[in-house]
């Protein structure tokens, strides 16, 4: 998705140990695809229901915006550059300003279920 110079990409293409039969682990690249349901899009606030698949691990970035990721169901890993990394957890509230350099991890066996509010820049 595109909106005035930033785009918000929702497969991630991540490389994951994976094992091979009689042999040690190979790596191997594959793509999850990170469910997502825009609920609200206009020129002030994006609000989005994303799915993180368990095993997911995207790659780093920086903040677009400034985003709140609010855990619905599950947990999920955020790595924070110079800060270090944080499980956050159903019902807890993870907070990125502008350009934080950042990444998302889903660590556990089940899916991680994430509200997503995007503050746009003023036009």
């Keep these: ?54 095993g997911f691990r995207g790659e780093e970035h920086a903040a677009v915006a400034d985003e709140f990721a609010y855990v619905l169901d599950g947990q999920f890993t955020v790595v924070t550059r110079g800060q270090g990394r944080r499980v956050v957890r159903k019902g807890e509230v993870e907070y990125a300003t502008k350009d934080t350099v950042h990444m998302s991890l889903n660590e556990s066996k089940r899916p991680a279920r994430v509200l997503v509010v995007i503050l746009k820049p003023s036009p």
Excluded: K
């Excluded at 991630?12 to 091979?20: G, K, N, R, S, V």
């Design 1 to 54: 998705m595109r909106h005035r110079g930033w785009t918000l990409v929702a497969v991630i293409t991540i490389t994951m140990l994976l094992p091979a039969s009689g042999r040690p682990p190979a790596l191997a690249q594959t793509t999850m695809t990170v469910e997502e349901r825009r609920l609200l899009d206009n020129d002030r606030v994006m609000v989005l229901d994303l799915t993180f698949p368990p």
